[in-house]
């Protein structure tokens, strides 16, 4: 017992976690006068010993030894305790133990050995014989573990040389709760203290009593028998304790073997000396320390070979993925620090075969271990068996689903390719490029990394270069290398995610934008090559890359959660940048735009630049000049291009530059007044001129492409800027009018007049919400009536982009309406009737889930690859806009079920898109989403029973389909079922009433014709909670109102959902009798399986059955997160009488609340666990190599 002054009382839950053990005399341990396991022969001795056991438990608190110390009373503790409280008692409590060795070994190793014990959180005691006769060599092997059920104790008896230990402890310590496991800020640093405890123990003993032959054989001895044990606790703490001794006594083997060398050279030296000055009792001392040495080198490496052969071998493979991790982790930790000794093949191939593991955990283990020892060049030579042998392995692992583990071995990688000459092949080295575009950004940067050491920086100069070989493939310059790798990786619209990846290696010769634009500018390179016109679009789009990325200081779109939160120095380098980027391209980019002004996909990159300014820079530095360029060259593009990117990065950049508080927007301002007011007069004229050549019956193809081009200008800009003042509205509404009335507009000209007509009508609604004048919001009245229409007709002959145009139009209404806008409440009778929502639906259903016939089979295997890529693009953004309606309210949610229906089908399609729309609904209204679920399965049912000729065919591949697609509904709801409890209930009372809709007689005894669609609803029987699934069983009893005589297999779907929803005996019997007569006649239950009884059903009824009752029992026994008490479980049922679509019966409520609660958390679709023997046991084998 250790002594510690007045610290005992404070420990967290000393109450809760003190092992209360029984340190007995030396003699009497020696006398084996002790109560063990092999002595309880009578029930009168087993019962004494449960006592004596409750009796220590109870009486914990007042066994503290007391005793003077200065004058002081001070409680001692135990080593447990003081090893929980923090290292900085960690040394004295060595030094003491070490004494009390010293003075008394036996009773200091029991109490180090109740450490041990209690550390796993075993509340029990330990007691102890001394194994001294020979002939009792059978007991070692015939060590126990076994449960004693009269006493209720558990008892682990096992060897721990010379003495035969016998641990007992009460049952409930398999409940998976000891130290190691515990959260809380004071068990999260237990773990630490308890390997510190281990290494200062072996470090004090490292110099006396470590090589006595008692000591740390016992303690082998001891941990080797905890971690043969079945319980989990003992396993894990008893391996983390050999696995951390086996370090420390590796790391005390380095030291004894250089003492042994230093001994050894220095006997050499005085044999060497002349006889004359050679003492022999020198040589003979320096003799006695290298033999000294050398036995103690031999003492550390039979301890080190014992606890890896015992302990080790045993539990590298536990079934527990951390005691493997332990395993593994220090594995590689033995082979840093004593390479000599661990590091070989015999070791080496543990490492290799733990990167197969299926636990992330493990496997990141050994991936830090390997970094450890590649990181150092002077092991890699060790290394080369190994490396052949799992190279493959580690190239793949970059593909891991685990992110950390991808990270770590992308890293570990990178180390093999800087140590280990030739190790990846080219091959290998172009696949791992690719990991630069991955949407997990470590591993990205990682790879980043790879791609910079390997290709980018001067040491890659010559390394293996991308493929192809390039006409710089072989450039010393890294910006080409970068432009070539980007072009031969053939993946041409990610430059911001490659740049993005290598932002952290690469960042001082990406933000070089001197030396880009130099190279853009100049017409020939010096060497005489120039740039090919790939290869400068590839350098314009790094440039805007690189820009936005020093501008923006986060993550491009995809790759990253959120946006990143700068410190205080992240925030500085932003703004330096930015005022870099300014000064650099203001007077730049005007020559850019100039020299590649007829270039649309190189101008709309450039044309993005000034949107990152710091636009303060143009007046304080007095550049005003260069702006009347900037403006001058974006003027002469707009009137150039009609390409919709050059459109649309041109008025967002003029939406920037005229921002109303900086200095620079009168001058702006002005020069985008002159340009819209020069493209509103080229569009008047145009449809001027359209409306004289007798309404457009006469227009050639260049007066139709000039329209175009002039209403897509207009429309861009009108996108970010308010025109309203040039009245475009009766421009384009006249022109749509007249498609509607004479249907001879060509079909180029009709989306940008859509989009000019709702830009119009978005910035009137935008000035009726802050002015509201009466006048206006009469006249927008008006407007959106015509819109409608005209929406409406577009719609009908199958316009997608009128459709998308309508959806975000209604979801804009309804969005003012939540806002509860008082004019814009007006608006809303323009919002979708009955006849436009079944518009909508039908063209969602023609344009998105329409299947192709053969014809267009052949013309979709026609298309390559990204063709068919936008096409699903443009079904998805249709859906997406259409589920946008739903999920706001603007469409009824009824409409949903149409969608649900596709779930199945389309789900590597459109399964994230319908199923983050049905946990909207769900959360908007969870009583509607659910009768919109049972509605999707209600029609497919009818749809089903209408295509078969008579009775519903089980086996069929449509009704297979329609079960599968009810149980992936079921799985969305989770695992709370007290949260989805309201709506489960209700597909179960709409499922019960649709399937005994029908009904011949109304009495119930004619087979009702959806009785089928039980066998549906039955696989939501596994989401209700115990009182839920009585009061289901009650609600079907009212459809049946006598016994029937069940013949044939009609009744089966009866059958099964009835045994669904029954749990036991005892439940069945007060189900039946607080409602109607069952039908069935009596059931009885069995403690393993449900039996229907032979009145009414015949023998092939009850045999199918049967068979299905396991796994019916499983699903019964899944019990709610919150249901562990009987008090919360019957305000549950007082919440569920409030809340359900039905009542429950009066009787039924009594006999619910006379029953116990007898179930934990379990997992929704397994199998109920036994919780009274929670065990893990290691079911593989060790193979004990040599």
Same mark, same amino acid.
């Given at each position: ?88 008692? /960690? ?5 003491d133990w070490v004494e009390a060795y010293k003075q008394d070994r036996n009773v200091a190793l029991l109490d180090l050995i109740n450490f041990f014990i209690q550390c796993s959180g075993c509340q029990g005691m330990v007691t102890a014989e001394m194994f001294q006769s020979l002939h009792k060599k059978d007991v070692m092997q015939k060590m126990t573990e076994t449960f004693d059920e009269e006493t209720g104790l558990q008892y682990k008896k096992f060897m721990a040389y010379p003495w035969i230990l016998t641990v007992t402890w009460p049952v409930d310590m ?13 068990? *999260? ?73 230093? @001994? ?51 539990? $590298? ?19 840093? /620090? ?52 799992? *190279? ?270 900086? #200095? ?82 060509? #079909?180029?000209?009709?989306?940008? #007049? ?92 023609e344009h998105v889930f329409m299947e192709e016939g053969e014809e267009g089979k052949e013309e979709e295997e026609r298309k390559d690859e990204s063709c068919r890529l936008d096409d699903l693009h443009k079904k998805r953004s249709l859906l997406a806009a259409y589920c946008k309606l739903i999920v706001y309210n603007v469409v009824e949610m009824a409409a949903a079920a149409e969608i649900y229906k596709h779930y199945m089908k389309t789900y590597n399609d459109f399964g994230d898109i319908i199923k983050e729309t049905l946990s909207r609904t769900r959360h ?41 697609? #009810? ?74 109102? @006598?016994?029937?005589? $069940? ?120 199998? @109920? ?18």
């Amino acid at each position: 017992m250790i002594a510690e002054p007045n610290t005992a009382s404070n420990l967290p839950s000393q109450k809760e976690n003190a092992v209360h053990d029984e340190i007995l005399p030396e003699s009497a341990v020696r006398n084996g006068s002790c109560v063990r396991n092999g002595n309880l022969r009578t029930p009168r001795d087993k019962r004494k010993v449960r006592e004596q056991h409750e009796n220590t438990r109870s009486s914990s608190s007042s066994r503290r030894v007391s005793r003077l110390q200065n004058g002081e009373v001070v409680e001692a503790v135990t080593l447990f305790e003081v090893v929980s409280m923090g290292k900085q008692a /960690m040394q004295c409590v060595v030094d003491d133990w070490v004494e009390a060795y010293k003075q008394d070994r036996n009773v200091a190793l029991l109490d180090l050995i109740n450490f041990f014990i209690q550390c796993s959180g075993c509340q029990g005691m330990v007691t102890a014989e001394m194994f001294q006769s020979l002939h009792k060599k059978d007991v070692m092997q015939k060590m126990t573990e076994t449960f004693d059920e009269e006493t209720g104790l558990q008892y682990k008896k096992f060897m721990a040389y010379p003495w035969i230990l016998t641990v007992t402890w009460p049952v409930d310590m398999d409940n998976e709760d000891y130290p190691l496991i515990r959260t809380g800020p004071y068990w *999260k640093k237990f773990k630490a203290n308890f390997c510190e405890f281990i290494a200062v123990l072996v470090q004090q003993c490292q110099c006396s009593i470590l090589y006595d032959s008692y000591l740390v054989d016992t303690v082998i001895s001891l941990l080797t028998g905890l971690a043969d044990s079945m319980v989990r606790a003992f396993r894990h703490t008893s391996t983390l304790a050999a696995m951390k001794l086996l370090t420390v006594i590796a790391s005390v083997h380095l030291n004894l073997d250089v003492n042994k060398h230093n @001994a050894q050279r220095l006997c050499e030296v005085e044999k060497r000396r002349r006889s004359g000055k050679r003492t022999s009792y020198r040589l003979g001392r320096l003799e006695r320390k290298r033999k000294e040495c050398e036995h103690k080198v031999l003492e550390m490496q039979n301890m080190m070979n014992a606890l890896f052969k015992g302990i080790f071998l045993n539990r $590298y493979r536990d079934v527990i993925p951390e005691i493997r991790a332990i395993c593994v982790e220090e594995a590689g930790n033995w082979m840093k /620090m004593y390479p000599d000794g661990f590091l070989n093949d015999s070791y080496l191939k543990y490492l290799g075969w733990m990167l197969y593991d299926k636990q992330a955990e493990v496997r990141l283990k050994c991936l830090l271990g390997l970094q450890s020892i590649y990181g150092r060049k002077e092991l890699v030579s060790r290394m080369d068996l190994f490396t052949s042998r799992f *190279k493959d392995r580690i190239v793949s692992m970059p593909l891991d689903k685990d992110h950390e583990v991808a990270v770590q071995a992308m890293k570990l990688l990178m180390l093999m390719s800087q140590n280990c000459e030739n190790v990846l092949s080219a091959e290998d080295c172009e696949m791992l490029y690719q990991f630069v575009y991955a949407t997990h950004r470590p591993l990205a940067a990682a790879a980043g990394e790879f791609l910079y050491k390997r290709l980018l920086s001067h040491e890659g100069d010559e390394e293996v270069k991308p493929k192809g070989g390039g006409k710089f493939g072989a450039s010393t310059d890294p910006l080409k290398r970068l432009i070539c790798f980007f072009l031969e990786s053939e993946l041409h619209k990610h430059v911001a995610y490659l740049i993005d990846s290598l932002w952290d290696w690469a960042g001082k010769f990406l933000k070089d934008w001197e030396r880009m634009t130099t190279l853009l500018l100049k017409n020939t390179e010096e060497d005489g090559e120039a740039l090919s016109d790939a290869q400068e679009s590839v350098l314009i789009e790094i440039i805007l890359a690189t820009v936005r990325e020093a501008a923006e200081g986060h993550p491009p779109v995809g790759r990253g959660a959120a946006k990143k939160i700068l410190s205080v120095k992240e925030k500085k380098i932003q703004l330096e940048d930015c005022t870099k980027i300014t000064e650099h391209f203001i007077m730049v980019l005007p020559q850019l735009l100039a020299k590649y002004s007829t270039d649309a996909q190189k101008v709309a990159n450039l044309l993005q630049i000034p949107q990152y300014y710091d636009l303060d820079v143009y007046t304080t530095g007095h550049l005003e000049k260069h702006l009347d360029d900037l403006l001058r060259e974006m003027k002469d593009i707009v009137t150039k291009h009609s390409d919709v990117s050059v459109l649309e990065a041109s008025s967002k950049t003029y939406h920037v530059l005229c921002s109303e508080e900086i #200095a620079i927007y009168s001058q702006a301002d002005h020069a985008r007044t002159q340009l819209v007011d020069e493209l509103m007069g080229q569009l008047s004229q145009i449809l001027d001129g359209f409306w004289q050549k007798e309404e457009g019956n006469c227009m050639d193809a260049g007066e139709i492409s000039r329209m175009h081009s002039a209403l897509r200008r207009v429309a861009a800009f009108h996108n970010a800027h308010d025109l309203t003042k040039w009245n475009l509205y009766d421009k384009t509404s006249k022109l749509l009018v007249f498609e509607m009335e004479h249907g001879s507009l060509p #079909a180029l000209m009709i989306l940008p #007049a859509l989009q000019c007509t709702y830009f119009s009508l978005l910035w009137q609604l935008a000035a009726v919400l802050e002015k509201s004048p009466k006048e206006t919001l009469s006249v927008l009245r008006r407007e959106l009536r015509c819109f409608s229409q005209i929406c409406m007709f577009f719609l009908h002959h199958k316009n997608k982009d009128a459709f998308m145009i309508l959806c975000d139009w209604m979801l804009i209404l309804s969005h003012q309406d939540s806002n509860n806008n008082g004019e814009a409440i007006g608006l809303m009778g323009y919002l979708p009737s009955t006849s436009l929502q079944e518009k909508l639906l039908v063209f969602i259903q023609e344009h998105v889930f329409m299947e192709e016939g053969e014809e267009g089979k052949e013309e979709e295997e026609r298309k390559d690859e990204s063709c068919r890529l936008d096409d699903l693009h443009k079904k998805r953004s249709l859906l997406a806009a259409y589920c946008k309606l739903i999920v706001y309210n603007v469409v009824e949610m009824a409409a949903a079920a149409e969608i649900y229906k596709h779930y199945m089908k389309t789900y590597n399609d459109f399964g994230d898109i319908i199923k983050e729309t049905l946990s909207r609904t769900r959360h908007n209204n969870k009583i509607q989403s659910a009768k919109t679920l049972i509605l999707c399965l209600q029609q497919l049912f009818q749809a089903h029973a209408e295509s078969q000729d008579s009775n519903v065919d089980f086996s069929s591949a449509s009704f297979i389909n329609m079960k599968e697609l #009810a149980r992936r509904f079921s799985l969305t709801f989770g695992w709370d079922q007290v949260k989805s409890r309201d709506s489960v209930t209700m597909i179960h009372k709409e499922g019960i009433e649709f399937a005994f809709q029908g009904a011949a007689g109304g009495d119930g005894k004619c087979l009702p014709p959806n009785l089928s669609f039980l066998l549906i609803i039955g696989e939501f029987s596994n989401k209700l909670l115990k009182p839920d699934k009585r009061l289901v069983y009650a609600y079907l009893q009212r459809y049946i109102r @006598a016994p029937l005589p $069940y013949r044939g297999d009609e009744w089966h779907p009866l059958i099964w959902y009835r045994n669904s929803l029954l749990l036991n005996e005892d439940e069945e019997s007060s189900v039946i009798s607080s409602s109607v007569e069952c039908p069935v006649g009596t059931s009885k239950m069995s403690s393993f399986k449900r039996k229907l009884s032979n009145g009414s059903l015949p023998e092939t009824s009850q045999n199918e059955a049967a068979s299905k009752a396991p796994d019916l029992q499983h699903a019964s026994q899944l019990a709610s997160a919150a249901g562990k008490s009987r008090k919360r479980l019957k305000s549950q049922e007082i919440h569920l009488q409030k809340h359900l679509p039905f009542p429950c019966p009066a009787r039924l409520q009594r006999s619910y609340c006379k029953d116990k609660i007898k179930t934990e958390d379990i997992s929704e679709l397994g199998p @109920a666990e036994d919780t009274t023997e929670d065990v893990d046991i290691d079911v593989l084998d060790a193979d004990q190599d040599s």
